[in-house]
């Protein structure tokens, strides 16, 4: 009986390895969304790493409006669950400077985008930052885990890690939760990934994310967060904002 055994095993090995390796032989396509930004689409799930209706757009409103200016005149500690194409992380540091911030900030991401697809994206152009395109293209160059000083007030870091192992503790100020929707991968959205978020932040700490859905409001409560909801990007009626006591 012991063989039967030992085939289970290797067979849900395997598969385990095959679904943590889903993204890397799906379909990836370059389109523009109504903003005029670029994304990636994930032909087969029919899902973007940005809104369609405007991957710039929602990246202003969801994690600058309603998570980074809340920290005005401040050191701020941010994570990001889904680092990707790097926009995010960029438009930080571009309006951070604004904000008059200093910034330290972490990207993780399991499966990092290629640099021919770095090389389509857009923002550079499309935020008129020309004069900042170094810093972009520094962002996808640099090592993984190894801290970076971008600006010497922008201290920035690539972590190569699937979220279900992130284990900081009361370290950050900040979440940006850019995970792929619920609908293609529901288990991003579980109680046991918010818990890891909860802790990773420290007391009197937000978390901001595109999602509105119900399930992810309850997975939120009941590990602790307090949750509001507020007015969505583009294309999108709500989003939410989660707080720890």
Not at 122 to 147: D, G, I, R, T
Not at 158 to 172: L, N, P, T, V
Not at 229 to 241: A, S, T, Y
Request: proline residues 3%; contains cysteine; aromatic residues 14%.
């Amino acid at each position: 009986m012991a063989k039967p055994k030992l085939v289970l095993v290797k067979f849900g090995l395997l598969l385990n390895i095959l679904i943590k390796r889903t993204d890397l032989i799906l379909n990836r396509k370059i389109i523009h969304t109504r903003d005029g930004s670029t994304t990636i689409h994930i032909e087969e799930w029919d899902e973007c790493y940005h809104s369609r209706f405007g991957a710039i757009q929602e990246a202003q409103h969801v994690f600058i409006k309603n998570g980074l200016s809340l920290f005005e005149n401040n050191v701020v500690s941010i994570l990001e669950i889904g680092f990707g194409t790097g926009l995010n992380a960029f438009i930080t540091f571009l309006e951070s400077k604004k904000l008059y911030q200093t910034i330290d900030y972490t990207g993780v991401e399991a499966y990092p985008v290629s640099a021919e697809e770095v090389r389509l994206m857009n923002y550079v152009s499309e935020l008129n930052a020309e004069h900042e395109s170094f810093f972009f293209e520094k962002m996808h160059e640099c090592n993984w885990e190894e801290p970076i000083i971008l600006r010497e007030d922008f201290l920035f870091t690539k972590r190569k890690q699937f979220f279900a192992d992130i284990d900081d503790f009361e370290k950050f100020d900040l979440i940006y939760f850019d995970a792929f929707g619920f609908d293609v991968q529901p288990e991003l959205w579980s109680t046991a990934i918010f818990q890891k978020m909860y802790d990773a932040l420290k007391p009197k700490s937000v978390l901001v994310t595109y999602a509105a859905r119900g399930v992810v409001k309850r997975n939120m409560v009941e590990v602790g967060f307090t949750v509001e909801k507020l007015e969505g990007p583009p294309g999108k009626r709500e989003m939410f904002r989660a707080r720890k006591g």
